[in-house]
């Protein structure tokens, strides 16, 4: 009965490759979320979905894709890893009513490390 | 612009102490919500509580009581007999209509010794 899921969990690879995390939620919610949270455990946005439309993309290098084939997924593709992509991700999902947030319930994070 | 501040980058506490947690926001919006989230050693982000910005009523949960007051903007969380499961990073966040997205604190690091 998990609500938020990522995989995977754990993600090593080199400089230079392609990776793709997966995020699933079953909470029926219309918004979902990407957050990078860096090595000083700063937690940041990355990009936000409703209803699969990109509503937020922030300063993010275009080396990271989100795609979102429907309201239940949320897949944050990186192109092109760099040492500096090394972070744990965390994927987040909320209703949205209105302009009024409901309370973002986040997965368990995917920890990237690049080499 | 929003911005969050948790001023404490880390707090150290012997079992049974009472804690606070600051945290002070800043946001042009009129309706804002604020929440906290707690991050044990195992990496999750555990949802604790949400606050609107028209509802300045203190709220306690158990051994949790947060004190929000918009005259000072800010949002402190206190827990009170600490426990050694309390020991986390404790984030606060503050989510604008305008911006429509969380925007945390630093954290604080909450250590609770037996």
């Known amino acids: 009965d998990t609500a938020v899921s990522q995989t995977p969990k754990y993600l090593v690879t080199q400089m230079g490759n392609d990776k793709s995390i997966k995020c699933e939620q079953n909470?029926?919610?219309?918004?979902m979320y990407w957050y990078k949270q860096d090595s000083k455990k700063f937690l940041k946005i990355m990009f936000s979905y409703n209803n699969k439309e990109l509503i937020i993309n922030e300063t993010v290098p275009n080396r990271f894709s989100p795609k979102s084939p429907d309201k239940a997924h949320l897949n944050l593709h990186i192109n092109s890893l760099e040492l500096g992509d090394s972070a744990v991700y965390f994927c987040?999902?909320?209703?949205?009513?209105?302009?009024?947030?409901?309370?973002?319930?986040f997965g368990p994070g995917t920890r990237l490390t690049v080499l | 612009a929003q911005k969050v501040t948790q001023a404490q980058t880390e707090i150290s506490v012997v079992e049974k102490e009472d804690v606070t947690l600051d945290c002070v926001y800043e946001?042009?919006?009129?309706?804002?919500?604020l929440f906290w989230y707690k991050q044990p050693p195992s990496g999750e982000l555990v949802f604790l509580i949400r606050r609107n910005s028209f509802d300045e009523q203190n709220e306690i949960s158990g051994r949790y009581s947060w004190n929000f007051q918009k005259s000072t903007s800010s949002f402190n969380f206190t827990i009170t007999a600490s426990q050694v499961v309390d020991s986390a990073v404790y984030f606060c966040a503050l989510f604008g209509t305008g911006r429509r997205a969380l925007t945390f604190g630093s954290g604080t690091r909450l250590q609770v010794q037996p």
């Open positions: 946001t042009r919006d009129t309706t804002y919500y």
């Open positions: 909470l029926g919610h219309d918004t």
């Open positions: 987040a999902s909320s209703y949205t009513r209105g302009a009024f947030p409901d309370t973002q319930y």
